[in-house]
């Protein structure tokens, strides 16, 4: 039986998915189709030459989906769905961080060689954005 839904602190704030190599001896390859990541795709998206100390995002998105590779280097995604806010680490190729839609997001810690790739569910709309925490915190 289901049970009663209790607010947003039920909903994973994130999801990883493994992105397996299809290596061979000339090197690796990853191949990332929308059945597996649970959503179309509409626009691909990098993120690199993050300046030392900056911190990006600050930001939640109210539909977007959107997959994070740090392909090159790593960075630490801070997450937060207005209940409970997680930190982690992205620093694999072969790991991708899914993150839905209504949930915060700030990226800091990125090491020089960062290269971030992101895959997304919609075109870019910046009347998606939610720029402003307390805005994002009273629409719960
Ligand atoms: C997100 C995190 C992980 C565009 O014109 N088109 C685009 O597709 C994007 C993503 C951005 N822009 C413009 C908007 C700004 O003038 O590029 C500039 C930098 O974007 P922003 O300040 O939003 O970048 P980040 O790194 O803070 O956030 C980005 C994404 O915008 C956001 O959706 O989840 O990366």
Known sequence: MLGAFTGYSEVPLYQM???P???DDRGSLVSVEDYAIGFPVKRVYYIFHT???VKRGG???RRLRQLVVAVTGSCEF???NGIKRETLKLDSPTEGLVIGPMTWREMQNF???CVLVVI???N???SDYIRDYEDFKNMF
Do not use: M, R, T, W
Request: net charge negative; charged share 35%; glycine share 8%.
């Open 59 to 61: 930001h939640a998105h």
């Open 78 to 80: 801070i997450l937060d």
């Open 21 to 23: 190599p299809l290596g």
């Open 17 to 19: 998915v493994d992105l």
């Open 120 to 122: 997304a569910s919609e």
């Open 124 to 126: 870019y709309d910046e």
């Open 111 to 113: 090491s020089e060689n």
């Open 51 to 53: 300046k030392e100390g």
